[in-house]
């Protein structure tokens, strides 16, 4: 059987019952229908290469910033304490699973534990994950047994912290190595052909700039070679007139000697041919 929000509140406020707080600390306002909600504490620790365990602790009102594809532990802000007649069992928040964040399934916390609760998460996006200090992160259901147990849990995991829990160091995961190398070589793939375009861009900017420069040229050139011709065939014709030669004056006027009707005509008839007159 589920114990209910009634009946947590019931074990949270019988603090005369148990040995330690059912909760501590405890929030009123994290007291589901049938869970209760855990928040970050302070300590975490994000897988890496190196040789030990980097345990590290948030200053007041620090947020955790989990990198992409990170295996990492946390721990809660609250201890818990299970009586003899309970055991629990501790799921991810809903709000993690939302941001791409899985959670390394555990086994139920025995009847007799005391303490805080680790969890091993990994973010399976390639986006870093904000978790602010103090917020949801796991959900504590408690289950009645049929019995309480005669002997309680009393192992080395009591009021654990993180630098007690990861003794030996954890590696950043072979698919998330690989996963990082492939996203690298995307990233150098996706940078060169990138400047292969902006090349190729360039050339064939350059090669445009240049078959506009000829063409401006062979329009000059064509338009100078247009006016010339216009002006060639504006300019007025040579006079063709005819000059009669010396010898012609003279026998013109012998024939003409004397006879001023016939001079009067052939002055006219040249004058008509645009001969000069006598």
């Not at 998460?121 to 994950?129: R, V, Y």
């Not at 160091?169 to 400047?195: G, Y």
């Not at 070679?225 to 009669?244: C, G, I, Y």
């Amino acid at each position: 059987m589920v114990l209910t929000r009634k009946e947590m509140m019931e074990r949270i406020y019988n603090k005369s019952l148990y040995e330690y707080p059912f909760v501590d600390p405890v929030d009123i306002n994290n007291v589901q229908s049938a869970s209760y909600d855990l928040t970050l504490g302070e300590e975490y620790y994000i897988c890496s290469e190196k040789g030990k365990p980097d345990i590290k602790h948030l200053r007041k009102n620090e947020s955790l910033k989990v990198p992409p594809r990170a295996t990492f532990f946390v721990i809660s802000k609250e201890k818990l304490y299970i009586p003899h007649d309970l055991c629990a069992s501790v799921s991810l928040a809903f709000g993690l699973i939302r941001k791409g964040i899985i959670f390394a399934v555990q086994p139920p916390i025995d009847p007799g534990y005391h303490g805080a609760i680790a969890a091993l998460l990994h973010n399976m996006s390639d986006e870093e994950i904000v978790l602010e200090q103090g917020r949801h992160i796991l959900n504590v259901v408690y289950y009645q047994l049929a019995s309480q147990v005669a002997v309680a849990y009393k192992g080395i995991y009591n009021d654990i912290t993180l630098q007690k829990f990861c003794t030996e160091a954890v590696s950043q995961s072979a698919i998330a190595t690989l996963t990082n190398e492939a996203k690298d070589a995307r990233d150098k793939a996706l940078t060169a052909s990138s400047e292969a375009k902006n090349a190729s861009y360039k050339t064939l900017s350059t090669i445009i700039t240049i078959i506009t420069i000829m063409l401006a040229v062979l329009t000059i050139l064509m338009t100078a070679v247009t006016v010339f011709l216009s002006l060639k065939a504006l300019q007025p014709a040579e006079n063709t007139r005819s000059v009669p030669s010396e010898q012609q004056e003279e026998a013109l006027y012998d024939s003409l000697n004397g006879n001023d009707c016939l001079k009067d005509s052939c002055e006219l008839a040249w004058q008509l041919f645009g001969m000069e007159t006598i």
